[in-house]
DNA sequence: ACTATATCCTGTATGC
DNA sequence: TGCATACAGGATATAG
């Protein structure tokens, strides 16, 4: 599941490849990618041809790839969204969306999804940052984030912690995985309710997303399956180092309990059930 | 104004 | 073996 490190990831592999190049053809294999284009899939791929890519951008898991002329192709992967770098000559891999060819003859930018929750769209004077996003917050990694101010929306808040790390208006870029590793390392369950929490504690939690993120970037992002890889098509391997998310059953490296994993938001909230404490008192649970 | 939930989507795993 | 169901979950529209 693509979140901030692995959209990170993409987004630094796409500046070297497709960098000042120009778009000479573009075919959509699939109309559902490009659902948020209203005109529709010709029309899409009509107004992208001749424009040329500068530095790829990227605000929580969202992508935009900017052209010289200020508008931009705004992205995002979804569950299951890759962007590749192929030679035009290779095999298409299976549930290739989306083919831009360039006018210098060298490799394609392909969008690859199987699911399909992701999508590009085009995104009108969106250079800078499209207006379509201009909700989302500011992510960790952003120069401009302001943790104490983080702290102090998330404080008033009337829900949970788990819920507030997944609110993108809050904090951009944190997803199911990032969320439930940054509770284990800040010892928080993720019911407790954020207007309980000090302000210290929650500095804590965010702090701790922040450095959790940081790492995974490090080593390339979390993958599991295909489903997430770099331009290249290759793995991260910062799965190897999760100490909750996914590890059902698994000892805690911390104090060897047993990880369980509980129902959360139609999903799933994995946790120590020793570092981190049902919160009886100040839980939030809807 | 704010919070919670249903919805989209497909491949894989599991249960009967 | 085959069929049904559960699950993965980000963002958004809609309900409360």
Request: with cysteine.
């Amino acid at each position: 599941m693509p979140e901030l490190p692995e959209v990170e990831v993409v987004r630094r592999g796409l500046a070297d490849g497709i960098l000042g190049r120009r778009i000479a053809d573009v075919q959509v294999l699939h109309p559902r990618p490009v659902r948020r284009h209203l005109p529709g899939p010709a029309d899409f791929a009509a107004r992208l041809v001749g424009r040329t890519f500068t530095e790829p951008r990227r605000r929580g898991k969202y992508l935009w790839l900017p052209f010289a002329d200020g508008d931009a192709l705004l992205a995002h992967l979804g569950m299951s969204g890759q962007f590749r770098l192929d030679r035009p000559e290779a095999t298409l891999v299976p549930n290739t969306r989306v083919l831009f060819s360039f006018d210098d003859g060298g490799t394609q930018l392909r969008f690859v999804d199987q699911r399909m929750f992701g999508g590009l769209s085009l995104s009108p004077e969106g250079a800078e940052l499209p207006p379509e996003i201009a909700h989302i917050g500011r992510d960790p990694f952003d120069p401009e984030f302001d943790l104490a101010e983080a702290v102090s929306r998330m404080r008033r808040k009337r829900t949970n912690i788990k819920r507030a790390l997944l609110d993108q208006q809050l904090v951009a870029g944190i997803g199911n995985i990032y969320a439930d590793e940054a509770l284990w390392r800040a010892r928080t369950h993720y019911a407790r309710a954020t207007a309980s929490l000090s302000r210290a504690k929650a500095t804590e939690v965010l702090t701790a997303a922040t450095e959790v993120m940081r790492t995974a970037l490090g080593q390339g992002g979390t993958s599991f399956d295909a489903l997430y890889v770099n331009v290249n098509g290759a793995s991260g391997y910062f799965d190897r180092s999760l100490a909750v998310y996914g590890q059902e059953g698994r000892p805690c490296p911390r104090c060897g309990a047993p990880v369980r994993r509980e129902p959360f938001m139609n999903r799933s909230a994995f946790r120590c059930p020793r570092c981190q404490r049902t919160p009886y008192g100040s839980a939030y649970l809807p």
